[in-house]
């Protein structure tokens, strides 16, 4: 089964930082790849997705995020970050091998200082 | 837009009684899953069912059972409560084809005493 890693559990900034959100996954087939974002008090909501083409990808709100399949990474990244960008980040793989199911990383939790 | 609603946001139970969790998706989704969210472990697939009365175990299926008898709703249910089954418990439902796309409801927050 595949598993997905996220390095950082928590990270704080300072709002205007660049950030980088790491996420590696285990799968050496097909993949498509997600970010969702959950801020506080609100649902689940996608913010980018990768299934073919271009590897760098381009979300709401500013994110992006880069697919390197010799590394198996597809972190997520913002320039510059705002007070509001604070909430648990979610990265979600889903293998060629395992039809509908989703498998997610453990969250990064991400606090911006204002 | 897509909604996926669930029953409830917040819900305590006592150790040993049955829970109903309910979700509703309004986008005549075919797929619809179950997860629970634990701090430092992410999303955990329960169940998730591909249509109507079919059903397929996730990673952590011990200790629930669900239930898909209309294409819009899928329960979960935990057949006797415990303890450690007090998490947070998404819905989400995607629409088959090739975009895996999974839209999610506000979460249950259920505590079991």
């Known amino acids: 089964a595949q598993s997905v890693s996220q390095h950082n559990h928590h990270v704080i900034l300072s709002e205007a930082a660049s950030l980088e959100l790491g996420c590696n996954y285990s799968?050496?087939?097909?993949?498509?790849l997600f970010w969702y974002v959950q801020y506080p008090g609100q649902h689940l909501q996608l913010l980018l997705k990768?299934?073919?083409?271009?590897?760098l990808v381009k979300g709401i709100k500013g994110f992006e995020a880069e697919f390197i399949k010799s590394k198996f990474s597809f972190n997520l990244r913002k320039p510059s970050v705002q007070w509001s960008d604070t909430a648990e980040y979610f990265c979600?793989?889903?293998?060629?091998?395992?039809?509908?199911?989703?498998?997610f990383g453990g969250g990064t939790r991400l606090m911006v200082k204002p | 837009d897509v909604k996926v609603t669930q029953s409830s946001r917040y819900l305590v139970k006592r150790t040993g009684e049955k829970v109903f969790l309910e979700c509703v998706q309004d986008?005549?989704?075919?797929?619809m899953f179950w997860y629970r969210q634990d701090p430092g472990l992410g999303l955990r697939l329960i169940y998730f069912?591909?249509?109507?009365?079919?059903?397929e175990k996730g990673d952590i299926p011990e200790g629930y059972s669900v239930s898909r008898e209309k294409k819009e709703r899928f329960s979960l249910i935990l057949e006797s409560a415990s303890t450690n089954q007090t998490s947070m418990y998404l819905c989400?439902?995607?629409?088959?084809?090739?975009?895996?796309?999974?839209?999610f409801g506000p979460g249950t927050r259920l505590t079991v005493t």
């Open positions: 989400a439902s995607r629409t088959s084809g090739y975009s895996y796309e999974q839209y």
């Open positions: 986008m005549d989704h075919e797929n």
């Open positions: 979600a793989v889903n293998a060629d091998n395992a039809g509908n199911m989703l498998t």
């Open positions: 069912s591909y249509d109507v009365k079919m059903k």
């Open positions: 990768y299934f073919s083409g271009d590897p």
């Open positions: 799968y050496g087939g097909t993949v498509n």
